[in-house]
């Protein structure tokens, strides 16, 4: 399912290898991430996810495969690749007693951005993300959202092509992150390509022009959200009975069902057609040889379906990824 265009790719993986001992942690995985995209890589924890992001951000060495950012090989070009990317990882790493303004403009002058250039563009930043008004606050006052918004906007201080965002959501209340993929979405519309991981599927599904999922050191499937939500089927139907085993076996013969895959408790089927008009088939065919239906429920397939479906796993359920004590930031273009 993977469409994106070798020459419009702004991140290219090919054939890319690691292992830890003779464990291998990423095996022969090829992607590509457009220009201009939000793009969710997403994986259960132990996938190799992370060690991809730390290839691509140069944190770890290549082994084997090819690896471009921004034009630059990850291996022989790792200074330009750094000028071209900003990071802002899960861990929260401002100081504590700098205001607002002050971080960024530290940032700034880090980089040697000239006065006139680095005043424009924290004052543009500021209001980009909302801070405008918190510019002289001290940022121990600031609440976890404003602390993730300035961490994003001191990742934007030297225009980087690509923003890496590795669960800039995590720990904020629902509201708070609603507001929080409306600034990713203003970044995103300056220009700057967005690599996404999260353990929040709707955040993937809101949020991504496309997904890949891995898992086992391997890419599973990339696509749109609905051409991933279109593999699973029309409709899901979640079912559980006095025989679950007999059941499955009976309900594999019905000409709609897609597939069927089995949950601690019951089953759900995968069907090619309107649920509610397969439903009365199902009913009478399990009824028919005197299956009690315990529970049914009819649901659209949403993206926590489909990462079940592609890895077995439920993503929302293993807790977020350790954290991180690197930390690299965007330099200058």
Same mark, same amino acid.
């Given at each position: ?7 419009? &790719? ?5 054939? @890319? ?6 464990? =291998?942690?990423?095996? #022969? ?19 190799? %996810?992370?060690?991809?992001? /730390?290839? @691509? ?12 950012? +921004? ?44 006065? +006139?250039?680095?005043? &424009? ?18 940022? %121990? ?47 995103? #519309? ?13 955040? &993937? ?37 006095? /025989? #679950? ?9 019905? +000409? ?30 399990? =009824? /028919? %040889? ?35 004590? @690197?930390?690299? =930031? +965007?330099? =200058?273009?």
């Amino acid at each position: 399912m993977e469409n994106a265009d070798p020459g419009q &790719a702004i991140i290219c993986v090919e054939n @890319l290898e690691h292992a830890y001992g003779d464990f =291998r942690a990423v095996d #022969n995985i090829s992607f590509l991430v457009k220009k201009g995209e939000i793009f969710s890589f997403l994986g259960p924890n132990g996938a190799g %996810k992370s060690t991809v992001i /730390n290839i @691509l951000i140069t944190l770890l060495a290549r082994q084997k495969g090819k690896a471009v950012v +921004a034009g630059y090989d990850v291996s022989t070009q790792p200074q330009q690749v750094r000028e071209s990317i900003g990071i802002v990882f899960q861990d929260i790493t401002l100081d504590r007693d700098m205001t607002v303004r002050e971080i960024l403009e530290f940032h700034g002058r880090l980089y040697n951005m000239p006065d +006139a250039e680095r005043k &424009a563009r924290i004052d543009e930043l500021l209001q980009l993300v909302q801070l405008d008004t918190k510019k002289d606050d001290l940022t %121990k006052r600031l609440s976890g959202g404003m602390k993730r918004r300035l961490e994003i906007s001191r990742g934007l201080m030297t225009r980087p092509t690509v923003l890496f965002l590795d669960e800039p959501t995590i720990g904020l209340d629902p509201q708070t992150r609603m507001r929080m993929w409306e600034y990713i979405r203003n970044v995103n #519309n300056e220009g700057t390509t967005i690599f996404l991981t999260t353990h929040y599927m709707d955040e &993937a599904d809101q949020l991504s022009d496309r997904i890949s999922i891995i898992d086992h050191g391997k890419i599973i499937i990339t696509g749109t959200s609905g051409e991933l939500k279109n593999t699973l089927g029309r409709d899901l139907i979640y079912l559980e009975t006095d /025989n #679950n085993d007999a059941a499955t076996r009976l309900l594999k013969s019905v +000409a709609a069902v897609r597939d069927i895959k089995q949950k601690p408790e019951g089953f759900v089927l995968l069907v090619s057609e309107d649920g509610t008009r397969v439903l009365p088939t199902i009913i009478d065919t399990l =009824r /028919n %040889k005197g299956i009690e239906i315990a529970t049914i429920n009819l649901k659209k397939p949403t993206m926590d379906d489909v990462f079940v479906f592609y890895t077995g796993k439920e993503l929302r359920d293993e807790g977020a990824a350790p954290t991180r004590a @690197l930390h690299l =930031r +965007a330099g =200058r273009r």
